[in-house]
């Protein structure tokens, strides 16, 4: 099921300098999560594999069963809303993978986000936002009932935890424009594209047009990018959530979600 996929153009030195030991392999199938009947295929490529585990008490009762799954013993690698692209520290050497569905998009923007998981591994965080929030994820699911159920809560986490990792990998990017122009200008393009999208985002929050996870979905997603955000997004692209990450977040729902009511 996985094979070594072959780094060409700027990749390979973008992994000597964040993540010289990382694995990046192509996947024969699409997934969403890769559950623990892969372990023994991921044997074969790797060293070890190792699975993370979490204290039952930080999944609420109601959390999606996906979360369920992650938190317990067995190896579950990748999440929904993971994209193209997943990673994982739980293999020795870590895992970058590629999946099918990329098949059909543009090589700068594959390249790009190979690139960006190579840095997300350098950064030594945890590979989902469970591990981001801990025991602190059942009070954050609270602030945010009864506005949002659990599948919206998820995906609102999720976001807030691509935001806090953006803030740190962008720091990389902005760096790229003379070691690694291609991969800077598929970054740069990236946030471009993203602009026109974010213009009217609280209009259509206020319309009921969108809702108010996907809104924040798509706005963390362009924190990496260095683009500015509208309210109440643009609380999140600070040095603040940086240094105190679950806890700034839990105050920014419960602030947020006291001024929308």
């Known amino acids: 099921m996985f094979t070594e996929r072959s780094l060409d153009g700027e990749l390979p030195a973008v992994r000597e300098a964040y993540a010289p030991e990382t694995l990046v392999l192509n996947c024969q199938r699409d997934f969403e999560t890769l559950d623990s009947a892969v372990a023994e295929e991921l044997l074969l490529v790797t060293d070890s594999v190792d699975p993370l585990s979490y204290d039952p008490s930080w999944v609420p009762e109601d959390a999606p069963d996906p979360l369920r799954r992650f938190a317990g013993s067995d190896l579950t690698i990748g999440m929904p809303g993971d994209g193209g692209v997943a990673w994982t520290h739980q293999t020795e050497p870590p895992c970058v993978f590629v999946k099918p569905r990329l098949e059909t998009s543009p090589s700068s923007f594959v390249d790009f986000l190979v690139a960006e998981a190579l840095v997300e591994v350098g950064l030594d965080e945890p590979e989902h936002f469970l591990g981001f929030f801990g025991e602190r994820y059942p009070e954050f699911a609270r602030v945010t009932d009864p506005r949002l159920g659990p599948a919206d809560t998820y995906q609102l986490a999720a976001a807030l935890y691509d935001a806090y990792l953006g803030i740190q990998t962008r720091a ?3 760096e790229w424009a003379e070691d690694y122009p291609a991969l800077y200008d598929a970054w740069a393009d990236a946030g471009e594209r993203l ?3 974010l213009s009217d985002l609280a209009g259509e929050i206020a319309r009921g ?18 683009v500015d955000l509208p309210a109440p997004f643009a609380a999140l692209d600070t040095e603040a959530y940086r240094e105190y990450g679950a806890d700034y ?4 729902a419960e602030s947020t979600f006291e001024k929308l009511e």
Do not use: D, M, Y
């Open 172 to 174: 990389a990017f902005r």
């Open 195 to 197: 602009e026109p999208r």
């Open 209 to 226: 047009q969108t809702g108010f996870a996907a809104a924040a979905e798509l706005a963390c997603s362009a924190v990496k990018h260095g």
């Open 249 to 252: 977040a839990i105050q920014w």
